[in-house]
């Protein structure tokens, strides 16, 4: 299986700054990857997929990046409703894999 | 707007059975790949597999392939997961979820519902 290493595991940031998180994979997969946020009692949400597709409704202050190995998520100007917990998921081979995850507090 | 509701999680004993279903709501059920998604606690999330609109191809993570069958009724919206010889190790939030039409990614998710497995 691909193995997807997400870093950092917690990330601090306060409103307005912009964070970058970075989502590693064990072998080549394209532009396979999706995005999702995490909120305490709702569903997850996706926010990217092919690497750097925004999902529709998704806010412009999200961006995503990278091919083959290495990808990062980028969050500019930080919103309050930001601070939650962020996955990377690849799709290029079977079983897809998660990164463990990011979560982002406030500083 | 979307909504998928799983339902049928709680306390079951090791070795026993069960089915959890997912309604759901406010699309086109029959147009779409249905997959359901487990996470324990404290780790991560893990892909079980997913099945296709007519239920002709139904894909499982191999090491969870001999536990877990996936279905789905269209007629009723629901998709399902059945579950058999669950062990401690099954205690997990169990997610269904809805893919993208680009690739086995999720556009949907529910929230998830949660199995504990313990006597």
């Known amino acids: 299986d691909v193995q997807m290493t997400q870093s950092p595991s917690y990330l601090a940031a306060s409103p307005g700054e912009s964070v970058s998180i970075s989502c590693k994979a064990s072998k080549s997969i394209s532009t396979y990857l999706a995005w999702y946020q995490e909120k305490p009692g709702k569903a997850n949400k996706l926010l990217i997929y092919s690497g750097s597709t925004l999902q529709s409704g998704t806010p412009s202050r999200f961006s995503g990046s990278g091919s083959g190995t290495d990808f990062t998520l980028t969050i500019r100007s930080l919103e309050p409703e930001d601070f939650t917990v962020y996955y990377c998921?690849?799709?290029?081979?079977?079983?897809?894999?998660f990164g463990a995850g990011t979560k982002l507090e406030l500083k | 707007e979307v909504k998928l509701v799983e339902s049928g999680g709680g306390l079951v004993q090791p070795g026993r059975s069960l089915k959890l279903s997912c309604a759901a709501s406010g699309f086109s059920f029959n147009d779409y790949w249905m997959g359901w998604v487990r996470q324990a606690p404290g780790k991560g999330l893990e892909w079980i597999g997913e099945?296709?609109?007519?239920?002709?191809?139904?894909n499982y993570t191999p090491s969870l392939k001999d536990k877990f069958t996936i279905s789905r009724d269209n007629a009723q919206n629901t998709l399902y997961l059945q579950m058999s010889k669950l062990g401690s190790e099954d205690t997990a939030i169990y997610y269904c979820?809805?893919?993208?039409?680009?690739?086995?990614?999720?556009?949907?998710w529910g929230q998830g519902v949660m199995v504990t497995v313990s006597s």
């Open positions: 099945i296709n609109q007519d239920s002709s191809t139904i």
């Open positions: 979820a809805r893919f993208g039409w680009w690739g086995n990614y999720f556009d949907y």
């Open positions: 998921q690849h799709y290029n081979e079977y079983p897809p894999t």
